[in-house]
T-cell receptor, first 114, second 113 residues
Framework: EAQVTQNPRYLITVTGKKLTVTCSQN?????MSWYRQDPGLGLRQIYY???????DKGDVPEGYKVSRKEKRNFPLILESPSPNQTSLYFC?????????????FGQGTRLTVV | GENVEQHPSTLSVQEGDSAVIKCTYS??????FPWYKQELGKGPQLIID?????GEKKDQRIAVTLNKTAKHFSLHITETQPEDSAVYFC????????????FGSGTQLTVLP
């Protein structure tokens, strides 16, 4: 089954403790991205990657890192999480770099930073 | 960058009635206009999209209409059913953009039985 898989689904952590949210897709998509979803703000892009070893900032990149060492994986790293990073996070992938292609989303990761 | 406004933010309709959600955008280069549906506890999923060379597209009970001159497009759902209850997002974009979608703030649709 074609899908985008995120782990974990839920995470509660403390301020400053490094964490990684994993994302994997099995559709051989070139394009992957991370979004955060907050009430009243819709989904905002954090980082995106057009292919292996090619990443760039989205609208809200501060406090986040990403890497793309393999085509299928695109982990999101919070080196020193803060309470304002409490949010619902989604990973997405698309077949190519164009913004006019369907994005496939993971199930989401609800992160709480205390 | 693209400035996207979506209205209304919440919408309640009786089962069987129609629902319309409007999305206004700012970038005249936008040429792709999708609508995503997000059910509770899930990620958004594409339900319908339209490109700028087409004014309207229908898929069973859902349709999207585009007014490029006025820079807005709308999602129409007819004969609404309880399973249509969800959050809907528009995400206008340009095929020339390397960045992915700019989402509207979402519309919570509730279909009352």
């Amino acid at each position: 089954e074609a899908q985008v898989t995120q782990n974990p689904r839920y995470l509660i952590t403390v301020t400053g403790k490094k964490l990684t949210v994993t994302c994997s897709q099995n559709m051989n998509h070139e394009y992957m991205s991370w979004y955060r979803q907050d009430p009243g703000l819709g989904l905002r892009q954090i980082y995106y990657s057009m292919n292996v070893e090619v990443t760039d900032k989205g609208d809200v990149p501060e406090g986040y890192k990403v890497s793309r060492k393999e085509k299928r994986n695109f982990p999101l790293i919070l080196e020193s999480p803060s309470p304002n990073q409490t949010s619902l996070y989604f990973c997405a992938s698309s077949i190519n770099r164009g913004a006019d292609t369907e994005a496939f989303f993971g199930q989401g990761t609800r992160l709480t930073v205390v | 960058g693209e400035n996207v406004e979506q209205h209304p933010s919440t919408l309640s309709v009786q089962e069987g009635d129609s629902a319309v959600i409007k999305c206004t955008y700012s970038d005249s280069a936008s040429n792709y206009f999708p609508w995503y549906k997000q059910e509770l506890g899930k990620g958004p999923q594409l339900i319908i999209d339209i490109r700028s060379n087409v004014g309207e597209k229908k898929d069973q009970r859902i349709a999207v209409t585009l007014n490029k001159t006025a820079k807005h497009f709308s999602l129409h759902i007819t004969e609404t059913q309880p399973e249509d209850s969800a959050v809907y997002f528009c995400a206008p974009s340009s095929s020339g953009s390397a960045r992915q979608l700019t989402f509207g703030s979402g519309t919570q649709l509730t279909v009352l039985p």
